[in-house]
C-alpha cells in the first residue's frame, strides 16, 4: 500500500496581527498563517524530501540549498514585517503538523504577546567594522611618537642593531595596533548604544567568512526605536570620517528582524 | 538611506547566516535544527565561526573589553 508523503510545518514568525501576504507568492513561498487566540504563526508546507530530520541533516550539506532556502525564510520574514510586528524564529524550525504549531502557541502565547509588545515600533540594525590591517598599521607609522622615535634609531644604526629595533618595532606596533582597535569599535560601540534601546556584542566571523581581505574587528546588533534612526545615520557618517583614514570599513545594515532581540524564556540567546 | 548602508548580495547572505543560523527564537519543535547541524553548515561554507578564545588568540588579546556581553 502506498502512502502520500505527509506534508511537514515551516515556522518563519510570529505575528500580532493578520499578516497580509500579498507578496508573498513571488518569493515562491506559500506562507499562510496559523492562528490561536490572538497571535498567528506565519507557516508554510514544506516536504519531508527535504525537511524530515534525517532529510534535512542531508540537505545541509548542500550549500546552493542552504542559500536559496535561508534566502527565503529571510525574504518571507522581511515581507511580513513591512506590516507587523515579528517575532522571527530560527531556520529550519519545523513542525510535524498545524495542530502542534497551535500547541506551541498555546504553550508560549502570553510570552510571545509580550515580546511583540516590547518590539513594537523597534527594529533592529546591525553593524560590522572591518579593518585593513595594513591600512592602520601605516596610519600608526605616521603618527605615533614612540614608533618615530624607533625608526629614527634604526636609520643610525648599523645592521645588527638595526635588525633588533626593527623586530622591537614590528611588536610596538602590534601593540599600539590592538589596542587602537579595541579603543576605536569601543567607543563605536558605545556611541552607537547611547541612543539604541538594547545592543549586543556578537562572535567576529572569520576572513574565511567574509571572504573579506579586511579583518573583523567588531559584530553588534542594535535595537532600535524607528523614531531614532536618523540619529543612527549621523554617527556612521562620523565614524566613517573619522576612521576612514585609519583603514576601518563600517557596515550598519537593516533594518532587520529582530533576531537578536527576542529570546524567550530558557533560550540564553 | 545613508550612505554607509551596505546590502549587495553577498553582504545580505552573509547577514543572513550570521542571524537566521545563529539567532532567532528557537523552540522544541518536532524538527530542529541543532547547534551540531549549525556548524555543519559552518563547516559547508568553509565558515568557521571564530569563537571567543580564537580570537583573542589571533589578536593578541585586545578585544577582552569588547567581547563581554554588555550590561
Known sequence: ?269 | MSDVITKSKDVTLLEVLDRALDKGVVVSGDIVISVADVDLIYIGLKVLLSSVETMERLRGAPLSGAVEEPT
Open chain 1, 1 to 269: 500500500m502506498q502512502t502520500a508523503k505527509k506534508e511537514l510545518i515551516y515556522l518563519y514568525c510570529i505575528t500580532k496581527t493578520k499578516p497580509c501576504r500579498s507578496n508573498l507568492e513571488e518569493i515562491g513561498v506559500r506562507a499562510y498563517p496559523v492562528y490561536f487566540q490572538g497571535i498567528y504563526a506565519v507557516v508554510s508546507k514544506v516536504s519531508p524530501d527535504e525537511f524530515s530530520e534525517d532529510n534535512l541533516k542531508k540537505k545541509l550539506a548542500d550549500m546552493t540549498w542552504v542559500e536559496k532556502k535561508i534566502l527565503q525564510h529571510e525574504k518571507v520574514i522581511e515581507e511580513i514585517m513591512k506590516d507587523a510586528t515579528v517575532i522571527p524564529f530560527k531556520f529550519g524550525t519545523v513542525f510535524q503538523t498545524e495542530e502542534n504549531v497551535e500547541g506551541l502557541l498555546r504553550e508560549h502565547g502570553l510570552e510571545f504577546k509580550s515580546i511583540i509588545s516590547e518590539l513594537e515600533g523597534k527594529e533592529e540594525w546591525g553593524l560590522k567594522i572591518y579593518c585593513d590591517l595594513e591600512k592602520f598599521k601605516d596610519s600608526l607609522q605616521n603618527e605615533d611618537g614612540k614608533i618615530k622615535e624607533i625608526e629614527k634609531n634604526i636609520a643610525v644604526s648599523n645592521k645588527g642593531k638595526a635588525y633588533f629595533l626593527k623586530k622591537k618595532k614590528d611588536i610596538l606596533i602590534n601593540n599600539i595596533l590592538n589596542e587602537r582597535i579595541s579603543e576605536y569599535t569601543r567607543d563605536s560601540f558605545d556611541r552607537l548604544k547611547g541612543p539604541s534601546l538594547d545592543a549586543k556584542i556578537n562572535k567576529l566571523l572569520s576572513q574565511e567568512v567574509t571572504q573579506k581581505k579586511e579583518k573583523m574587528v567588531l559584530n553588534a546588533a542594535f535595537l532600535v526605536s524607528k523614531k531614532r534612526i536618523k540619529e543612527f545615520d549621523s554617527i556612521l557618517t562620523y565614524f566613517k570620517t573619522k576612521y576612514a583614514h585609519k583603514g576601518l570599513e563600517f557596515a550598519w545594515t537593516g533594518p532587520w528582524p529582530p533576531y537578536n532581540f527576542c529570546a524567550i524564556r530558557g533560550q540564553e540567546k
